[in-house]
């Protein structure tokens, strides 16, 4: 089967630096993705790795463990708009990807 | 770039009723997806299409669900005879199929609500 495990809620200042992880089980990996989601809004996509190591892009970067079946993402210089959920999905063998329940982050002044 | 559109935003509807949704994915993209998001989880597989082709159903997608992509271009899914539990946002992603994994963009939603 597949399973991912995210923590539900956390909370950051602004300016500071969050970072969120992803623990999963799944047959067929074949990569691993970050989505944003606005309270009301489409997921938007923020970062794929397929490989082990560190993807970083701007304020954003994501690492992945094959091994470990671990990812995060880091967020650095928090902003306000940066308050929504994120959500870690895997892509398995099929074309779908299977999400997370997702972390709700909340940045406070 | 339009994006992933959807249409309608929000639906509202009496259970037992049929419903009929829309997507148009970005005009290059021969991928489409439907998933489906309740309040406080991520979003669930429903189905994807490779242009016109349903290629793969989830087991989630009852036998009152169908969903079609005639000409490769946009989908339709059609909820028939409306339940309570059929109240979810209903998104479409799209996707040009590249070396797998493909990156899926996603459209704004449906909302339905069942009443």
């Known amino acids: 089967g597949q399973n991912i495990d995210q923590p539900t809620e956390m909370t950051a200042t602004e300016g500071a630096i969050v970072q969120i992880n992803c623990t999963y089980q799944?047959?067929?990996?074949?990569?691993l993705f970050w989505y944003q989601q606005h309270a009301g809004e489409a997921p938007t996509f923020l970062s794929y790795n397929v490989l082990d190591g560190l993807e970083e892009k701007g304020r954003f970067s994501s690492f992945l463990s094959r091994s470990k079946g671990y990812s995060y993402l880091l967020l650095k210089e928090l902003q306000m708009k940066d308050s929504a959920s994120y959500l870690c999905?895997?892509?398995?063998?099929?074309?779908?990807?299977?999400f997370g329940t997702g972390t709700r982050l909340t940045v406070i002044p | 770039d339009t994006g992933v559109s959807q249409d309608p935003r929000h639906k509202i509807t009496k259970r037992g009723q049929n419903v009929t949704f829309r997507c148009d994915p970005i005009s290059e993209h021969n991928r489409l997806y439907w998933y489906r998001q309740t309040l406080g989880q991520g979003p669930e597989f429903l189905t994807y299409?490779?242009?016109?082709?349903?290629?793969?159903k989830s087991r989630l997608l009852s036998d009152r669900f169908s969903a079609e992509r005639p000409k490769g271009s946009f989908s339709t899914l059609e909820i028939q005879r409306t339940e309570q539990g059929d109240s979810a946002m209903y998104l479409c992603?799209?996707?040009?199929?590249?070396?797998?994994?493909?990156?899926?963009?996603f459209g704004p939603g449906t909302r339905l609500t069942v009443l």
């Open positions: 992603a799209s996707s040009l199929e590249q070396s797998p994994p493909d990156t899926q963009y």
């Open positions: 999905a895997c892509a398995s063998g099929a074309n779908n990807l299977f």
């Open positions: 799944t047959s067929g990996f074949n990569g």
């Open positions: 299409f490779q242009n016109e082709a349903q290629l793969e």
